[in-house]
């Protein structure tokens, strides 16, 4: 009886003109596998600055970007947003973060899986290596046992 009155205070709380999402809570966001707009990126993406280059234009050092285009670094929208300005004045659409080593498509409106993607896969692991003094864990091997228990949990049903 708890559970019910709790789901109903929550759906009057959230509403329906409400911006925010069922989960959203979680901080959980799906990346996209793909993009297409990855064809203006850098031809060379395993040399990039530092993850300690402050802004190119206002010197701030947390919550920094690199343009994947022309490696620019600039802060995030969250301090003074001049990555979002660099991608409107120039449309290089493609950046990692350098807080968490995210990738954001700002045509797509979303986060790019740089793991997935071939084209994204060196500056992920560079920028890896210089935050955290090396090489990344295989993804490979957490896929496969992500695959193992999901035939485990499913094998009745095969």
Known sequence: MATSS????????????????????SGWVEARTSCDHLASLSSDLVHIPTLATPCNRCDQSSENWLCLCCKDVLCSRYVNKHMLQHF?????????????????????????????????Q???????????????PSRTVRTSISSFRWLVRHSNDL
Do not use: M
């Open 6 to 25: 709790s789901t109903t205070q929550l759906e009057i709380q959230l509403g329906e003109d409400d911006d925010l999402l069922l989960g959203a809570e």
């Open 88 to 120: 409107q004045q120039t449309n290089h659409s493609v950046a990692l973060s350098y807080s968490d080593l995210s990738v954001w498509c700002f045509v797509c409106d979303a986060y790019l899986d740089a793991q997935v993607i071939p084209q994204l």
């Open 122 to 136: 060196s500056v992920h692991e560079t920028a890896h290596i210089l935050k955290f003094g090396r090489a990344r």
